[in-house]
């Protein structure tokens, strides 16, 4: 269902993410599930492989390796644990906008140390009482004097909280659409905080975690996007780069359960045989594998179009709606046909991860209310048109 979106250069990176997942991810997936535990070293190891400067420019060490690409490594890595592959997507997300916004001096300092793995960024945008609405936040940032900002406020539900190196902090600078300016935070700068994690029901194992700031003194050189850009920041990068990337995550937990429940339905017996002769067995998986390909198609076309520089915002929507309640809806198959030795198997882990896709870059809720307005209007500006360009060498394999 992906071949005609993919080059031998996907194919081959496939490959080389799939030997990675095998000797690193399979054998830690349980325990971190089991620990809830924030896993370091996994972080660490992922960044080493200069995955998460899949389309950083070359000029900055990065793969350039496109849209299609990043989603072929996180779709991998997900395959295995979605919540490895939550760890790459969320610091790719935090690299979007120092690639689509960031000052000459900015990409000099920061995409060269993202994209050789030494930095993990993150995004930092979600509070407690605005939520979704992104306009309604409450953190301020004022500025103390020319060369410096002061910047106090919480954050919430963060990706890689708890292993991020430089967080991008979108605060109130004023009032309105351009009051809000992003800013970047490194991790250790006096005044910011972190609360000790708190594992949620799934993608245990990766920090969600919250950002504390007391009057966090940032030099006016870490404004990303230039004041009253704050909107902008979050916005492009929730569209281009976060319905993209918690789409792939999705895939693969498509994808595993699929594959553990034809594999249990093979082997398991039931009347003298295997319980994939039973009628409805088989429509349950024929069910799953009818929803996969449906989620894969949309999914590889959308970043496909991105890749193209088209304006294709639409086609990312939607394919993170289809793609995360294809999720929710294949892990519940899968637990039918396990039966109550499910409870005890990954394809349990699966049912508890899906749920936790459909929040971050906006919930289902909100990606219909998108595609309400392109229908029926008001239509809003597409942002791929405005941030996408066509990238090198996206001619699929013949």
């Not at 976060?242 to 937990?253: D, F, I, Q, S, Y």
């Not at 309400?372 to 500006?381: C, D, K, Q, Y």
């Amino acid at each position: 269902m992906t071949t005609g979106f993919l080059t031998e250069d996907h194919h081959h990176l496939r490959e080389q993410v799939r030997e990675f997942t095998e000797a690193e991810v399979v054998p830690r997936a349980e325990a971190m599930d089991e620990s809830g535990a924030v896993d370091h070293d996994l972080a660490r190891l992922i960044a080493v492989q200069g995955w998460i400067g899949v389309t950083i420019p070359s000029g900055y060490g990065g793969m350039d390796a496109g849209q299609v690409a990043k989603t072929v490594v996180i779709h991998e890595l997900s395959k295995s644990s979605a919540a490895a592959g939550a760890i790459a997507q969320a610091s790719m997300l935090g690299a979007a906008g120092l690639i689509y916004l960031g000052t000459a001096e900015q990409k000099a300092e920061w995409l060269p140390a993202v994209a050789n793995g030494t930095v993990l960024p993150t995004i930092a945008v979600t509070e407690e009482e605005s939520g979704g609405h992104v306009l309604g936040m409450r953190s301020t940032a004022r500025r103390v004097s020319k060369k410096w900002w002061e910047i106090t406020g919480r954050k919430v539900h963060i990706g890689n909280s708890h292993v991020g190196h430089v967080h991008t902090v979108v605060a109130r600078t004023g009032d309105g659409p351009n009051g809000l300016t992003a800013f970047l935070v490194e991790h250790d700068r006096p005044g910011l905080t972190l609360p000790e994690h708190r594992p949620a029901m799934g993608l245990r194992g990766f920090s969600m975690g919250e950002l504390h700031l007391d009057r966090v003194r940032v030099p006016a050189a870490n404004i990303l996007g230039g004041i009253g850009g704050g909107l902008t920041y979050a916005y492009s990068s929730s569209i281009l780069y976060g319905r993209p990337n918690l789409t792939a995550v999705a895939l693969g937990t498509i994808d595993a359960a699929l594959h553990d429940t034809t594999v249990f339905a093979r082997e398991r017996r039931r009347y003298g045989k295997p319980l994939a002769d039973l009628p409805g067995v088989r429509s349950k998986v024929a069910r799953m594998e009818a929803i996969a390909r449906t989620a894969r198609l949309a999914a590889y076309h959308a970043v496909r179009r991105l890749d193209l520089g088209e304006a294709c915002d639409m086609n990312l929507i939607h394919a993170k709606l289809t793609a995360v309640t294809s999720a929710i809806d294949t892990t519940r198959l899968a637990l039918d046909v396990h039966g109550a030795a499910g409870l005890r198997l990954p394809v349990a882990r699966y049912y508890r991860d899906a749920p936790c896709l459909v929040p971050p870059a906006g919930t289902s809720d909100i990606q219909l209310h998108r595609l309400a307005e392109h229908v029926l209007g008001p239509r809003r500006p597409d942002w791929s048109a405005t941030f996408a360009t066509p990238h090198r060498g996206i001619a699929p394999a013949a």
